[in-house]
């Protein structure tokens, strides 16, 4: 028992000091970009010895492979969680897309460096960690993928409708949206922004009721 707790000490530590390197790279990395950013700066930023960067990671590409991974990870997890929260309290899946505009929206207002980050990767194409960003980007959209075709097959959605492209539509649009709203409009509260895209969501941007 004893060494079994040792052993879990030493994860939520280990655990404790990675998601500080996080932090710390993050925001380095959004600040000054990637090339820019050194391994003792992350370090310095962190609270840690260099050394302890290199005990977690390999190198700082492999930190931020990792970074990316968490990160993403974060997000889909907090999808998920929108879409099943909202199938317990018997909506329906508009109700669950959303709450998942939402859980986005909350997440990106958290974590608005690694946001940033995160879509200026996605457009680069020569980084050595480009089939991960891949990766973990597919499993966030393929959260409202799910969502989406369930829809369809219980008849709340059109069978016209294109699932990947469309859930990669929605995914796009909470993110640009939410970093336009904190560059260009930061006196708005997310309850507002939320509203805007919820009416887009319901297609109701004419002015349409119902």
């Known amino acids: 028992m004893e060494s079994s707790s040792a052993t879990a000490g030493v994860s939520t530590r280990r655990e404790a000091t990675r998601q500080k390197l996080y932090e710390a790279a993050v925001t380095l990395i959004a600040e000054q970009g990637f090339s820019a950013t050194t391994v003792d700066e992350i370090a310095e930023r962190a609270g840690v010895a260099k050394g302890t ?3 977690n990671f390999a190198s700082k590409s492999v930190l931020f492979e990792e970074l990316l991974r968490h990160g993403v990870g974060l997000l889909t997890a907090s999808l998920r969680e929108a879409a099943e929260s909202t199938a317990r309290a018997g909506g329906g899946k508009v109700d669950a897309l959303d709450a998942m505009i939402r859980a986005g929206l909350v997440f990106i207002d958290r974590y608005p460096s690694f946001t940033q980050l995160y879509v200026a990767e996605l457009w680069r ?5 480009q089939s991960t960003l891949m990766v973990v980007r597919q499993q966030a959209v393929a959260v409202v993928e799910g969502v989406l075709r369930e829809g369809v097959e219980n008849g709340e959605f059109s069978d016209e409708i294109d699932v990947p492209l469309t859930a990669s539509a929605l995914v796009g ?3 640009v949206a939410a970093l336009d709203w904190q560059s260009f409009q930061p006196e708005r509260s997310l309850d507002d ?4 895209l919820s009416r887009l969501l319901q ?3 004419s002015g349409r009721k119902g």
């Open 193 to 196: 922004v939320h509203a805007a």
């Open 53 to 55: 960067v290199y005990y």
């Open 173 to 175: 649009m909470v993110l």
């Open 203 to 205: 297609g109701r941007v």
């Open 125 to 129: 194409t020569n980084r050595a960690w």
